[in-house]
């Protein structure tokens, strides 16, 4: 019986419940395309913290992300080492640098050079043929997204960064860069070649713990004993580096508004529309609360209106943006995942409830003899 209710408004005008398909689906894509940019911006963000092994950095005061160091004294290193609970120091250099591929290809990138037995952060979506290349201290491992920018066709091409000479080892896969400057991973005497630097600097230290050692209590001796400098767990410094790129440049901001004003205009496409067959079907509603009805009947017959256009304008949604996932050639990845997904799904069944709750408040109010007698 509600099931028959709530599809006759559907049937009763079909253009405009396609029209109200299509809006609502077009809302539903701008939130999931907005919320999968961010997600996008984290895997680049994180990407090299994430594929890192250290449960904490030891950086320079005031560093705010991971691609802005500083230089580091590595004496800390040894200050650290003898911490109970510490099992390794491992030293990481990161920094930007001038890039010479083919003549008229120069272009800014940010050289990584790492241990990887240290857990330092590596290259990853790279065949494990290729993975030897990582202790090479003459062979830089690149990206072939940027392979145009970087001017480079492949494997075994020499180029130039400051001033020195390497050689492309490997390349690797969909490893983007949120400053748009291509990271460029090498070994640590390479890095640190590279950058000008002795043995006796670097970027930052990466502490890995002794099993069963407490990170909080081991991060308050090293803060004690490097007063200097900050100590930040895995976690603190990946929220850091996200905040300063996400929403201290305002782009996090920017697609957060756009998708919430996604659902505020699906929420309320589908709230005028359900207003409208209300109004239309007044008479029919009326008489219904005339016979018995009770308000749980029509609010659930509302209810279910609602949720079967926007269960249908979200599955359109889920669809499209998939498709447009998998088909864009933009330089902006966009991660859409079951996670997302599921989300945009609670977001709808929210939009539903609130356009459902909007539209049962004209007809919870009205009297049915005062209709009926028009």
């Given at each position: 019986m509600i099931l028959t209710l709530a599809s006759h408004g559907l049937n009763h005008s079909r253009a405009r419940f396609l029209a109200t398909l299509v809006a609502v689906a077009l809302a539903l894509m701008l939130v999931a395309i907005q919320l999968g940019m961010m997600a996008g911006f984290e895997r680049m963000i994180s990407g090299p913290l994430d594929h890192s092994d250290a449960d904490l950095w030891i950086v320079p005061a005031g560093t705010?992300?991971?691609?802005?160091?500083?230089?580091?004294?590595?004496?800390?290193?040894?200050?650290?080492?003898?911490?109970?609970?510490?099992?390794?120091?491992?030293?990481?250099?990161?920094?930007?640098?001038?890039?010479?591929?083919?003549?008229?290809?120069?272009?800014?990138?940010?050289?990584?050079?790492?241990?990887?037995?240290?857990?330092?952060?590596?290259?990853?979506?790279?065949?494990?043929?290729?993975?030897?290349?990582?202790?090479?201290?003459?062979?830089?491992?690149?990206?072939?997204?940027?392979?145009?920018?970087?001017?480079?066709?492949?494997?075994?091409?020499?180029?130039?960064?400051?001033?020195?000479?390497?050689?492309?080892?490997?390349?690797?896969?969909?490893?983007?860069?949120?400053?748009?400057?291509?990271?460029?991973?090498?070994?640590?005497?390479?890095?640190?070649?590279?950058?000008?630097?002795?043995?006796?600097?670097?970027?930052?230290?990466?502490?890995?713990?002794?099993?069963?050692?407490?990170?909080?209590?081991?991060?308050?001796?090293?803060?004690?004993?490097?007063?200097?400098i900050e100590v930040l767990t895995a976690t603190e410094f990946r929220w850091r580096n996200l905040s300063r790129w996400m929403f201290e440049t305002g782009a996090g901001e920017v697609l957060l508004a756009g998708a919430v004003m996604g659902f505020l205009v699906g929420a309320v496409i589908i709230a005028q529309t359900m207003h409208t067959s209300i109004r239309e079907n007044k008479k029919q509603l009326a008489t219904l609360r005339a016979m018995g009805a009770s308000d749980m009947f029509l609010a659930a017959t509302i209810t279910l209106h609602a949720a079967i256009t926007t269960g249908v304008a979200t599955l359109i949604a889920l669809l499209a943006s998939i498709a447009l996932v998998h088909i864009a050639t933009v330089a902006l990845p966009i991660s859409f995942t079951v996670g997302l997904g599921m989300f945009v799904v609670a977001l709808a069944c929210g939009m539903s409830l609130l356009s459902a709750a909007i539209a049962y408040r004209s007809i919870a109010k009205t009297d049915p003899a005062m209709v009926l007698t028009e």
């Open positions: 705010e992300s991971f691609d802005e160091a500083a230089t580091l004294d590595m004496s800390a290193r040894y200050e650290a080492l003898r911490v109970d609970g510490v099992a390794s120091v491992s030293p990481v250099v990161v920094g930007f640098a001038d890039w010479r591929g083919k003549a008229a290809h120069a272009t800014t990138v940010v050289v990584v050079g790492a241990d990887p037995a240290g857990g330092g952060p590596r290259p990853w979506n790279i065949s494990p043929d290729l993975l030897p290349h990582q202790t090479d201290d003459t062979a830089i491992i690149a990206d072939m997204s940027y392979a145009g920018q970087l001017g480079i066709e492949g494997g075994g091409q020499l180029v130039s960064i400051e001033g020195k000479t390497l050689r492309v080892a490997a390349m690797t896969t969909g490893i983007r860069s949120f400053t748009t400057s291509p990271y460029i991973f090498a070994t640590l005497t390479a890095a640190r070649k590279i950058m000008g630097l002795s043995e006796r600097h670097g970027s930052y230290l990466l502490v890995k713990l002794a099993p069963g050692s407490s990170a909080s209590a081991v991060q308050a001796v090293l803060k004690t004993s490097l007063p200097r």
